[in-house]
């Protein structure tokens, strides 16, 4: 799975918990539950967003040869 593949899904991830949360139907505890798995995906999509600007600033633009 790519990247942009996990992104996508810790995305979608993100998205169905903020729905369940707008729902009201979670326990107090469940609710407080989800809150800290949020945290922990929001965690994780910083990290791949974070290794997808490094591969995208090490990787020469177009038509831009490193010196000798």
């Given at each position: 799975?790519?990247?942009?593949?996990?992104?996508?899904?810790?995305i979608a991830r993100l998205?169905?918990?903020?729905?369940?949360?707008?729902?009201?139907?979670?326990?107090?505890?469940?609710?407080?539950?989800?809150?800290?798995?949020?945290?922990?995906l929001a965690?994780?999509?910083?990290?791949?967003?974070?290794?997808?600007?490094?591969?995208?600033?090490?990787?020469?633009?177009?038509?831009?040869?490193?010196?000798?």
């Amino acid at each position: 799975m790519s990247s942009i593949e996990r992104l996508d899904d810790l995305i979608a991830r993100l998205e169905r918990a903020g729905e369940q949360l707008r729902s009201g139907e979670l326990s107090a505890d469940a609710a407080a539950t989800m809150v800290e798995d949020c945290a922990a995906l929001a965690t994780q999509a910083a990290a791949e967003l974070e290794q997808l600007t490094r591969a995208e600033v090490s990787a020469p633009a177009p038509g831009q040869d490193s010196l000798l």
